[in-house]
């Protein structure tokens, strides 16, 4: 079987195709026009964005998304993304089903070649605003916690729990009854508004350089009981 003709390119990197894409794009030529309106009247492309509904679904997304999700901006429409284990397959089940919901599409799951990694992803136009969380390196921006879940306890529990299930680790070592149940981030404010949850909650939690934690064994078990610790 012959090679297709354009393996190994992109729209970017094949030199004719980019050629007739920059032509195009500086006559303001716009070739998919007709097949946008069409697929439009068919309701295969939304005529609007309406705001996402509030629900412990959308606090849960916004917490995995915050902790292991990334969104890209493009010209025309914007991207999500949210990187997995690939050995943990109820993760992937869980935040594939749930970004079907929310978005009302279904997403694209695809394993990262040569890396123990599968990305949950999305295209759609403003993923970023409905979600009200920023695209690009989050990094060392100050993230806060959007009203709506901080005025809800079960839209806290959920909140915190995507933010766990994405950057939460658990270890328990019996002998010396030592329980450590943290969640670990770069972005302070980020360690911030766990810390906070935890405490509108009841919780004791510890803040750490890089983690907010709770190693107070009764505290451990409830909390992971309460927002069901990689129970899928």
């Not at 999500?80 to 089903?97: D, E, H, M, P």
């Not at 749930?98 to 978005?103: E, G, H, V």
């Not at 809800?152 to 070592?173: M, P, W």
């Not at 810390?195 to 709770?214: A, D, M």
């Amino acid at each position: 079987m012959k090679s297709s003709w354009n393996k190994g390119f992109t729209k970017d990197t094949h030199p004719s195709v980019l050629r007739t894409a920059r032509t195009m794009k500086r006559k303001k030529i716009d070739n998919f026009k007709e097949w946008r309106e069409r697929m439009r009247r068919i309701g295969k492309i939304p005529q609007n964005y309406p705001p996402l509904s509030l629900s412990g679904n959308l606090a849960e997304y916004i917490g995995v998304v915050l902790g292991d999700g990334n969104i890209s901006k493009f010209p025309r429409t914007e991207r999500i993304i949210i990187s997995a284990n690939s050995n943990n397959l109820g993760f992937v089940n869980r935040y594939t089903k749930l970004t079907k919901q929310i978005f009302n599409k279904k997403p694209t799951v695809s394993k990262v070649y040569n890396k123990n990694n599968i990305r949950i992803g999305l295209y759609q136009k403003e993923i970023s605003k409905r979600l009200g969380i920023p695209s690009g390196d989050r990094g060392r921006l100050n993230i806060k916690t959007p009203n709506w879940i901080l005025k809800n306890q079960s839209y806290l529990i959920r909140y915190l729990r995507g933010l766990f299930e994405a950057e939460g680790s658990l270890s328990v070592h019996k002998p010396t009854c030592t329980y450590n149940f943290q969640f670990s981030n770069k972005n302070q404010s980020l360690l911030k508004n766990v810390e906070n949850g935890l405490k509108l909650l009841g919780y004791n939690p510890e803040i750490r350089k890089t983690s907010t934690r709770l190693r107070k064994k009764l505290e451990v078990e409830k909390f992971r009981k309460l927002i069901k610790f990689r129970v899928y």
